[in-house]
């Protein structure tokens, strides 16, 4: 009696178990559904879009404004619509949108990006002469320009005069530049640090910030300044934040303490990776530092895949897996591995993670097309308990451009097989 028990638990352990465990196993690129993902993409970018306005709100008053000449001439407004602020969240949606639109031929999406530089290119000058009187306007990160991850719509605008040649879109390439290589703060050995309350730090996710502007620069000029920055900072940040052993990047390295401060928080990863993956997708295949670049590329995926949850995400805090589920780096990581794949950086059978990952991302949008379990803007800590306790919020814009890019990477697949 006692054996034919223990079999029955034993049997109703396995039951219970299984589907856990097939969940572990990745999922077959057969299963990419092309048309659900495209419906998924529509519905994404079609909030994006609705979501994203023109106009201006009275911050005493609460007045609303659609045309700039109506706003008087004292009167401190704010963007109706963070969507139009410059900050970087918003220039990695404006990529995002630009590659979905190559699938949807949708006039709305395809012009998303143009529409909102021109709509910065036109308030400019207004809110300069406001910021003359000191007072409060839209884009303070743009009038300020203190740090790299001030950069905002700094490589959106680059693209926009690639394709226009409008030269007062100048003034905003000029002053980024103009920040990059003679302002921000740097190493005696010329990587770029942000100090923070005076503390030096070089932090994963200004790598980002500088990289997908210089690259830009690069191929818009032809000018090899512009690439030996970006290589030259990827290949310093990977120095400083790669950690040889796990293969995953730290968040920052303290310059004067000369120590990472020992946290793989998930989206400091990510911003990592995007900075290899648009350096790999542009960088000359005989280029000095492509291979070198490449192998940092391979052992962080590799790594990356074994930390992947069973439902599809990663983690807040990668090695850690009683910390939450976050979208926004796992969004990242899917479209990196996709990409990778299907620019033959990495082997098919990564195809299998990728679609894992998106099978993860889609099980967190709302009925409403917003996307749940972003981790909000994030400072550094040597205390996990940081990163662990961060409040998450939904459709938060740190999410949105990497889901669009990674939707897309994943229709490829049809054409990779």
Same mark, same amino acid.
């Given at each position: 009696?006692?054996?034919?028990?223990v079999?029955?638990? /034993?049997?109703q352990?396995?039951?219970?178990?299984?589907?856990?465990?097939?969940?572990?196993?990745?999922?077959?690129e057969?299963?990419?559904?092309?048309?659900?993902?495209?419906?998924?993409?529509?519905?994404?970018?079609?909030? =994006?879009? !609705?979501?994203?306005?023109?106009?201006?709100?009275d911050?005493?008053?609460?007045?609303?404004?659609?045309?700039?000449?109506? =706003?008087? @001439?004292?009167?401190?407004?704010?963007?109706?619509?963070?969507?139009?602020?410059w900050?970087?969240?918003?220039s990695?949606?404006?990529?995002g949108?630009?590659?979905?639109?190559? /699938?949807?031929k949708?006039?709305?999406?395809?012009?998303?990006?143009?529409?909102?530089?021109?709509f910065?290119?036109?308030? *400019?000058?207004?809110?300069?002469?406001?910021?003359?009187?000191?007072?409060?306007?839209?884009?303070? +990160?743009?009038?300020?320009?203190?740090? +790299?991850?001030?950069?905002?719509?700094?490589?959106n605008?680059?693209?926009?005069? @690639?394709?226009t040649?409008?030269?007062r879109?100048?003034?905003? /390439?000029?002053?980024?530049?103009?920040?990059?290589?003679?302002?921000?703060?740097?190493?005696?050995d010329?990587?770029?640090?942000? =100090?923070?309350?005076?503390?030096?730090?070089?932090?994963?996710?200004?790598?980002?910030?500088?990289? *997908?502007?210089?690259?830009r620069?690069?191929?818009?000029?032809?000018?090899?300044?512009?690439?030996?920055?970006?290589?030259n900072?990827?290949?310093?940040?990977?120095?400083?934040?790669?950690? @040889?052993?796990?293969?995953?990047?730290?968040?920052?390295?303290?310059?004067?303490?000369?120590?990472?401060?020992?946290?793989?928080?998930g989206?400091?990863?990510?911003?990592?990776?995007?900075?290899?993956?648009? +350096?790999?997708?542009?960088?000359?295949?005989?280029?000095?530092?492509?291979?070198?670049?490449?192998?940092?590329?391979?052992?962080h995926?590799?790594?990356?895949?074994?930390?992947?949850?069973?439902?599809?995400?990663?983690?807040?805090?990668?090695?850690?897996?009683?910390?939450?589920?976050?979208?926004?780096?796992?969004a990242?990581?899917?479209?990196?591995?996709?990409?990778?794949?299907?620019?033959?950086?990495?082997?098919?059978?990564?195809?299998?993670?990728?679609?894992k990952?998106w099978?993860?991302?889609?099980?967190?949008?709302t009925?409403?097309?917003? =996307?749940?379990?972003?981790?909000? !803007?994030?400072?550094?800590s040597?205390? /996990?308990?940081?990163?662990?306790?961060?409040?998450?919020?939904?459709?938060?814009?740190?999410?949105?451009?990497?889901?669009?890019?990674?939707?897309?990477?994943? *229709?490829?697949?049809?054409?990779?097989?």
């Amino acid at each position: 009696m006692k054996s034919k028990f223990v079999v029955l638990i /034993i049997l109703q352990m396995a039951i219970f178990q299984w589907p856990s465990r097939a969940l572990c196993q990745p999922e077959s690129e057969t299963h990419v559904d092309t048309l659900r993902v495209k419906q998924v993409l529509s519905d994404i970018s079609g909030k =994006i879009l !609705g979501l994203t306005n023109y106009a201006f709100q009275d911050r005493a008053t609460g007045l609303r404004y659609t045309d700039l000449q109506a =706003i008087p @001439a004292s009167a401190s407004v704010k963007l109706a619509s963070d969507f139009n602020e410059w900050e970087y969240q918003n220039s990695l949606v404006c990529f995002g949108m630009d590659r979905v639109s190559t /699938i949807f031929k949708d006039t709305d999406i395809s012009s998303y990006t143009t529409k909102k530089i021109e709509f910065l290119k036109a308030n *400019i000058p207004f809110f300069y002469a406001q910021q003359q009187k000191k007072i409060k306007t839209p884009y303070p +990160l743009f009038f300020s320009m203190k740090e +790299l991850w001030y950069c905002g719509l700094a490589a959106n605008v680059v693209d926009v005069y @690639a394709q226009t040649k409008d030269e007062r879109l100048n003034v905003f /390439i000029q002053k980024f530049e103009n920040h990059i290589f003679n302002v921000q703060a740097r190493m005696a050995d010329k990587t770029l640090i942000r =100090i923070d309350n005076g503390r030096k730090v070089v932090q994963s996710d200004d790598a980002y910030m500088a990289v *997908i502007f210089l690259v830009r620069m690069w191929k818009l000029t032809g000018n090899e300044r512009y690439l030996n920055e970006a290589v030259n900072q990827a290949c310093s940040y990977n120095k400083y934040l790669f950690d @040889a052993h796990d293969k995953l990047y730290h968040h920052v390295w303290y310059c004067d303490e000369n120590r990472h401060n020992n946290q793989y928080w998930g989206r400091g990863n990510g911003w990592m990776l995007l900075s290899m993956v648009e +350096l790999l997708d542009n960088l000359p295949q005989k280029h000095l530092h492509r291979k070198e670049i490449l192998k940092c590329f391979k052992a962080h995926i590799k790594s990356l895949i074994s930390l992947q949850q069973p439902n599809g995400l990663w983690c807040q805090v990668l090695n850690k897996n009683n910390s939450y589920n976050e979208t926004s780096c796992s969004a990242m990581f899917t479209y990196s591995i996709a990409k990778g794949v299907n620019n033959g950086w990495l082997p098919k059978s990564y195809k299998n993670y990728a679609v894992k990952g998106w099978s993860g991302l889609v099980q967190k949008i709302t009925p409403t097309n917003e =996307i749940e379990g972003v981790c909000i !803007g994030t400072h550094f800590s040597d205390d /996990i308990n940081f990163y662990l306790n961060r409040p998450t919020s939904t459709n938060d814009r740190h999410v949105l451009g990497s889901f669009l890019l990674a939707g897309e990477e994943l *229709i490829k697949f049809q054409k990779t097989k």
